[in-house]
C-alpha cells in the first residue's frame, strides 16, 4: 500500500461549482498536512496548511483533516478558471523528519 | 515572502554533459530539497541537506550529486547527463521541522 493516495484525476467541473480534493494515507504517525497548487510549467505553490485533525479555512479554500480515517479533504468553494491547477496534498510527521511524502496530484480543470 | 530562485527555466543537454542546476534561497532556511517530477511519478525526493556542508539521499539519488557550500545555495550535480534524466527539477527549503517547504519555479532539462 502506498503511503498517500490520491485520485489522479483529471477533473472537470463548471465555474462555480463546489469542487472536493482527497487523500488518504495510511501512517498514523502523519501530523502535519498541507496542499499545494501547481499551475501548469511552475513550481508548487502552498496553499493550505493544518496541524492534527479538524478544519481550516482560508478565503473560498477548506481543509480537513480526520486522522481516525486517515483522510483529507480540501474544499473549493464557488471555483473559477484561475483555480485549474494540479493539487498536490502533502504530509509529514514531525520532529526531526524534514521531508515532505507528496501524493501524485490531481489535475482540475474550470471550465467557464 | 520567501523566495526561492533556479538558476534556468529551461535547459537543453547533450548526453554525457555534466549538468549543474543551482538553487538559492533568501530566507536563511536550514532545509533544501531537490525534486524531480515526472508525469504519472509525481515529485520524486532526490537529495536534501538540513545544513551547510550535509546531504542525505532521497528516493532516487543514482546518477546525481549535491553541494551545499552555503546556507543559501543547493546545487544538483548530473556527473554525465543521460536521456533518461529529462524531466522537470524542483528546488524546495523549509525552515526547522515544520515541514512546509516553498519551491523554486522549476527547471525544465531537456537531454538528447
Known amino acids: 500500500q502506498k503511503e498517500v493516495e490520491q485520485d489522479p484525476g483529471p477533473l472537470s467541473v463548471p465555474e462555480g461549482a463546489i469542487v472536493s480534493l482527497n487523500c488518504t494515507y495510511s501512517?498514523?504517525?502523519?501530523?502535519?498536512f498541507m496542499w499545494y497548487r501547481q499551475y501548469s510549467r511552475k513550481g508548487p505553490e502552498l496553499l493550505m496548511y493544518?496541524?492534527?485533525?479538524g478544519n481550516k479555512e482560508d478565503g473560498r479554500f477548506t481543509a480537513q483533516v480526520d486522522k481516525s480515517s486517515k483522510y483529507i479533504s480540501l474544499f473549493i468553494r464557488d471555483s473559477q478558471p484561475s483555480d485549474s491547477a494540479t493539487y498536490l496534498c502533502?504530509?509529514?510527521?514531525?520532529?526531526?523528519?524534514?521531508?515532505?511524502?507528496f501524493g501524485k496530484g490531481t489535475l482540475l480543470t474550470v471550465n467557464p | 515572502d520567501v523566495k526561492v530562485t533556479q538558476s534556468s527555466r529551461y535547459l537543453v543537454k547533450r548526453t554525457g554533459e555534466k549538468v549543474f542546476l543551482e538553487c538559492v534561497q533568501d530566507?536563511?532556511?536550514?532545509?533544501m530539497f531537490w525534486y524531480r517530477q515526472d508525469p504519472g511519478l509525481g515529485l520524486r525526493l532526490i537529495y536534501f541537506s538540513y545544513d551547510v556542508k550535509m546531504k542525505e539521499k532521497g528516493d532516487i539519488p543514482e546518477g546525481y550529486s549535491v553541494s551545499r557550500e552555503k546556507k543559501e545555495r543547493f546545487s544538483l550535480i548530473l556527473e554525465s547527463a543521460s536521456t533518461n534524466q529529462t524531466s522537470m527539477y524542483l528546488c524546495?527549503?523549509?525552515?526547522?521541522?515544520?515541514?512546509?517547504?516553498?519551491f523554486g519555479p522549476g527547471t525544465r532539462l531537456t537531454v538528447l
Open positions: 524546495a527549503s523549509s525552515l526547522g521541522a515544520k515541514g512546509e517547504q516553498f
Open positions: 501512517n498514523s504517525a502523519f501530523q502535519y
Open positions: 502533502a504530509m509529514h510527521s514531525g520532529g526531526s523528519n524534514y521531508k515532505l511524502t
Open positions: 530566507m536563511d532556511h536550514e532545509n
Open positions: 493544518t496541524y492534527s485533525s
